[in-house]
């Protein structure tokens, strides 16, 4: 495992925050298959001042009054939406993989940079004109996050932003979820 190198880096808050999560990010080679290096956040989550930072970081881009509730994308995007909740007051949603909600859901099929999947939403996760706020910890070819942003509109939620700690900017993500605006608190 190596740490991201922290020099010369950039994101849409700025080299300051893009230092901060660059230097709390582990590139662990070959997982989950040979060929990938997965960008593992979970040193940032664990060094509370940083957590701390990151979360004030996104709450301060998008605004407290800016969105109704925050939704997290299985699974590291649980440990930012419910943080973003917490402390702005709203509530939190959870889009899952496939078979893991226990009420009528609307469901998105993808590909991966690796595979495919399939993600959820309740149906009744949002009502009608509910400002939704979307995380993620990783935007890489942008499969995930579109499948997610088309499950927030088609179960009534109006998508305000979407916010990921990072971007594999080489991946081109940013370009297929266009026009829809993507902050990223760090890119690569």
């Given at each position: 495992?190596?740490?991201?190198?922290?020099?010369?880096?950039?994101?849409?808050?700025?080299?300051?925050?893009?230092?901060?999560?660059?230097?709390?990010?582990?590139?662990?080679?070959?997982?989950?298959?040979?060929?990938?290096?997965?960008?593992?956040?979970?040193?940032?989550?664990?060094?509370?001042?940083?957590?701390?930072?990151?979360?004030?970081?996104?709450?301060?881009?998008?605004?407290?009054?800016?969105?109704?509730?925050?939704?997290?994308?299985?699974?590291?995007?649980?440990?930012?939406?419910?943080?973003?909740?917490?402390?702005?007051?709203?509530?939190?949603?959870?889009?899952?993989?496939?078979?893991?909600?226990?009420?009528?859901?609307?469901?998105?099929?993808?590909?991966?940079?690796?595979?495919?999947?399939t993600l959820e939403v309740h149906q009744d996760a949002f009502t009608a004109g509910h400002r939704v706020l979307v995380l993620d910890d990783v935007l890489a070819t942008g499969g995930?996050?579109?499948?997610?942003?088309?499950?927030?509109?088609?179960?009534?939620?109006?998508?305000?932003?979407?916010?990921?700690?990072?971007?594999?900017?080489?991946?081109?993500?940013?370009?297929?979820?266009?026009?829809?605006?993507?902050?990223?608190?760090?890119?690569?």
């Open positions: 495992m190596t740490e991201t190198h922290t020099t010369g880096v950039r994101g849409d808050s700025g080299p300051e925050v893009a230092r901060l999560v660059a230097s709390r990010v582990l590139d662990v080679p070959d997982f989950p298959k040979p060929g990938v290096m997965f960008k593992d956040l979970m040193p940032l989550f664990a060094d509370g001042t940083a957590f701390r930072e990151v979360i004030d970081g996104i709450i301060a881009y998008h605004g407290r009054d800016s969105f109704d509730v925050v939704v997290g994308i299985e699974a590291r995007g649980f440990v930012l939406a419910a943080a973003v909740a917490y402390a702005t007051g709203v509530g939190v949603v959870p889009v899952r993989k496939a078979g893991k909600l226990p009420r009528a859901t609307h469901a998105a099929s993808y590909a991966l940079e690796y595979g495919e999947a995930t996050a579109e499948a997610t942003l088309d499950l927030v509109e088609r179960a009534g939620g109006t998508v305000v932003g979407f916010t990921v700690l990072m971007e594999l900017g080489f991946l081109k993500g940013r370009e297929r979820l266009a026009p829809r605006p993507v902050h990223a608190l760090l890119t690569v």
